[in-house]
């Protein structure tokens, strides 16, 4: 009986001692130093631009990433490539119902819900919500010191966005948009 009550204090004491050497510790993402270029493509041509982060942390076990959650400002769409009223006019149309329904939709969110990898090298999995409407996705995501980058491919059309999309129309010919676009994303914290 003693020797049972030994065993069990000393796996105790090892789990808390384990434990406590654990640091979990979530990092706030600096928004202002943060950005997220986004590139759509069509047919003619392509076209870039910023969007902002309204808030995000990542959430570390010691120095490997386990987590993490970001909110994007999707009223900050902004097209970096075209000057003027073209520029206007193209943020104007990806903000309205055509592409983002921004009104409706002033919020994106990604919730990260797998990470492997180790040493600043890491396959991130985690929940893109755009329009309500969420999706899975897979990207890299590299971690050095106090920055963070990755490059995601976003599929417009999982989240209804049918504007110029060959999955939805037929007999676009030059007129269309492909469904991918690309997020290339540079956190600081």
Do not use: C, P, Q
């Amino acid at each position: 009986m003693k020797k049972s009550i030994s065993k069990s204090t000393f796996i105790v004491v090892l789990a808390i001692t384990a434990f406590s050497f654990t640091t979990i510790t979530n990092k706030k993402v600096n928004i202002e130093d943060s950005n997220i270029i986004w590139k759509g493509y069509k047919v003619t041509g392509e076209h870039e631009g910023t969007i902002a982060l309204k808030d995000g942390a990542l959430t570390f076990n010691g120095k490997e990433l386990t987590g993490g959650n970001f909110i994007i400002d999707m009223t900050t769409i902004k097209v970096t490539d075209l000057e003027g009223e073209y520029k206007g006019k193209l943020e104007g149309h990806l903000k309205s119902d055509d592409f983002f329904g921004v009104e409706k939709h002033s919020t994106a969110k990604f919730d990260i819900t797998n990470v492997k990898g180790k040493n600043g090298k890491y396959k991130v999995t985690g929940n893109l919500t755009i329009k309500g409407i969420t999706n899975t996705n897979t990207f890299d995501m590299i971690v050095n010191d106090n920055s963070a980058t990755a490059a995601l491919k976003i599929d417009r059309s999982k989240i209804d966005v049918r504007y110029g999309s060959t999955s939805f129309f037929d007999d676009l010919k030059d007129k269309a948009i492909y469904d991918e676009f690309d997020l290339n994303v540079n956190l600081k914290f």
